[in-house]
């Protein structure tokens, strides 16, 4: 989304969930591009989101792919219906600590009962350089809206 632009409908929709997503708020992760079939989200490093050693934990990792990829699956779902993951799978592939990852979530197919998505975690540094940390595979289902 361009961010000199109003916020489309569908970002505002994804945005209307996402702002209910309480371990999102949590961990300070902050919603940047919705489009058909795609959601990026960032979060940025900070003591809440480490393990042990100081570097993003594998939790907060695996959660950022499942909301970007949800979100994505979200775009294409029926404005009446929901998304739960039922299945997700992770490659961690490189830590990092300070900067910010950013999962870019996609649709690979939308069917009727099924959604599967990607993930793609980069890692950005505070010098600007771009790192591949995670690749995630993720399917959701459609479920209806309980509020």
């Not at 996402?18 to 919603?31: C, N």
């Not at 009727?112 to 595979?137: N, W, Y």
Request: aromatic share 6%; net charge neutral.
């Amino acid at each position: 989304m361009d961010v000199s632009a109003a916020p489309s409908a569908l970002f505002r929709r994804i945005e209307a969930s996402f702002l209910r997503q309480g371990l999102m708020r949590h961990l300070g992760a902050r919603l940047l591009r919705v489009e058909p079939g795609l959601c990026e989200v960032a979060l940025p490093w900070s003591d809440n989101v480490t393990q042990q050693q100081g570097s993003f934990h594998g939790g907060a990792m695996g959660a950022l792919a499942d909301i970007a990829g949800g979100y994505a699956a979200l775009t294409v779902a029926a404005e009446d219906s929901e998304v739960t993951t039922v299945e997700y799978k992770i490659n961690f592939m490189a830590a990092f600590r300070d900067g910010e990852l950013r999962a870019l979530g996609r649709v690979a197919r939308a069917g009727k009962r099924i959604i599967v998505t990607t993930a793609e975690v980069t890692h950005f540094a505070p010098d600007g350089k771009q790192s591949p940390c995670a690749l995630m595979q993720q399917t959701l289902v459609p479920v209806p809206k309980t509020y």
